[in-house]
T-cell receptor
Framework: AQSVTQPDIHITVSEGASLELRCNYS??????LFWYVQSPGQGLQLLLK??????LVQGIKGFEAEFKRSQSSFNLRKPSVHWSDAAEYFC???????????FGKGTHLIIQP | EAQVTQNPRYLITVTGKKLTVTCSQN?????MSWYRQDPGLGLRQIYY???????DKGDVPEGYKVSRKEKRNFPLILESPSPNQTSLYFC??????????????FGPGTRLTVT
């Protein structure tokens, strides 16, 4: 069965600084990988996804993520964060089976002025 | 507008009083799923459905029921709610369960409190 680990429960970043959120997955084959964002009081919104091909994928809101098979990682990055990026971020992996996606426990991003 | 809707958004109830949370999607998606979100535990899948009349248990199905009589609707039923079911619930749907179109679209959530 697949699993996802987000090592950082909370991350604090100054506005304008760069951001990297870590995600490690466990799965035997090439997985389908996703990052979602949950703003306060909202549902989850898809930021980006990886299926195959280029290991660097671009998403919405200026986010990107890089798939590294050798490290079983799919880290999310943004060059310059804005106060509106404060939210909960979830990494998810899908194996393509009936049970859909497996989510990490999330990283809470705090933006300092 | 393509969306997943849930009702109600907020619900406070008492132990043992049956309740239903509705979920509907207008994207003709085959796959639908229910999750609960609890602090420090992330999202855990309760039940999922591959298509009409096809449902199966997720990771935490105890105390819940679902049905899928129509493609667009996937209600979550709590026959006898207990305080440990106090949580934030999300319904999600995707075109298919696997492959390049498996990304899930989420509803806005239902905050349930059982006293």
């Amino acid at each position: 069965a697949q699993s996802v680990t987000q090592p950082d429960i909370h991350i604090t970043v100054s506005e304008g600084a760069s951001l990297e959120l870590r995600c490690n997955y466990s799965y035997g084959a090439t997985p389908y990988l996703f990052w979602y964002v949950q703003s306060p009081g909202q549902g989850l919104q898809l930021l980006l996804k990886y299926f195959s091909g280029d290991t660097l994928v671009q998403g919405i809101k200026g986010f990107e993520a890089e798939f590294k098979r050798s490290q079983s990682s799919f880290n999310l990055r943004k060059p310059s964060v804005h106060w509106s990026d404060a939210a909960e971020y979830f990494c998810a992996v899908g194996a393509g089976g009936a049970d859909g996606l497996t989510f990490g426990k999330g990283t809470h991003l705090i933006i300092q002025p | 507008e393509a969306q997943v809707t849930q009702n109600p958004r907020y619900l406070i109830t008492v132990t043992g009083k049956k309740l239903t949370v509705t979920c509907s999607q207008n994207m003709n998606h085959e796959y639908m799923s229910w999750y609960r979100q609890d602090p420090g535990l992330g999202l855990r899948q309760i039940y999922y459905s591959m298509n009409v009349e096809v449902t199966d248990k997720g990771d935490v199905p105890e105390g819940y029921k679902v049905s899928r009589k129509e493609k667009r609707n996937f209600p979550l039923i709590l026959e006898s709610p207990s305080p440990n079911q106090t949580s934030l619930y999300f319904c999600a749907s995707s075109l298919v369960s696997g492959g390049p179109q498996m990304e899930q679209y989420f509803g806005p959530g239902t905050r349930l409190t059982v006293t």
